[in-house]
């Protein structure tokens, strides 16, 4: 990768670093943000790091092991966690963990989020937002936790700890982020209110199929393995 290349997206995470920081989303060191380069190589936020204050130098790359190869700082902690979504999705080009007040609050109380009350969280995150299981930060364990999903979700809430957004790039995996705690931030408000209404039945599969760039009334794989909706037909 050339150098303008790598230097580019270094500021690609700063600038989401101080989005995240000014928006509540991580306090002190908190988080971590990382970025596939291509050719076995990631770059990671360093580790000891205010999100909100990173220089170039704050950004680390790693290669699959997680080993360093370039950058002076240590690479986050949580590096396993990161290196082992990229490996079990090419489609992913981008990842970032923070700890959203509203989004890590229904992870710490154990309630998942519901499923069908916005039609955004569907469109822009992809689909339900799993409950990964507790597992101690900056383990192999934390890693795993995620495994069971992985396959399809493109956000997660990793329970008694945080919030963790995939994306094809920087921005989607950012804004997916942004999404996933407002809709939580509602869902919460809601909640407080005592009541909250799905959507129409039969929505989802129809948000499903938009989101997919497909007619919004596609249905079942047929005998040629066309794509559609779970839970239609």
Request: net charge negative; with cysteine.
């Amino acid at each position: 990768m050339a150098f303008s290349d790598l230097f580019r997206i270094k500021r690609e995470i700063i600038e989401v670093g101080r989005r995240m920081y000014a928006r509540g989303m991580v306090a002190a060191n908190d988080g971590n943000i990382s970025v596939r380069l291509g050719g076995g190589l990631f770059a990671v936020t360093a580790a000891g790091v205010s999100k909100g204050f990173m220089t170039p130098d704050d950004i680390v790359v790693v290669n699959e092991e997680g080993r360093r190869v370039e950058g002076g700082g240590k690479p986050t902690s949580e590096a396993k966690l990161h290196l082992f979504a990229y490996s079990r999705r090419p489609d992913v080009g981008a990842i970032c963990h923070a700890h959203p007040p509203y989004a890590t609050a229904f992870a710490v109380s154990g309630r998942e989020l519901p499923p069908n009350i916005l039609p955004e969280i569907i469109l822009t995150v992809g689909g339900e937002i799993p409950l990964a299981p507790y597992a101690t930060p900056s383990t192999e364990e934390l890693a795993r936790s995620i495994e069971e999903h992985l396959g399809e979700a493109g956000a997660f809430l990793l329970a008694n700890h945080g919030a963790l957004t995939l994306g094809g790039d920087l921005t989607q995996a950012y804004y997916r982020l942004e999404t996933l705690e407002h809709y939580a931030k509602i869902a919460w408000l809601a909640l407080s209110l005592g009541e909250v209404k799905p959507l129409p039945e039969g929505e989802l599969d129809r948000l499903w199929c938009i989101s997919k760039g497909m007619d919004p009334s596609c249905r079942e794989p047929d005998e040629n393995g066309e794509a559609a909706p779970p839970g239609t037909g």
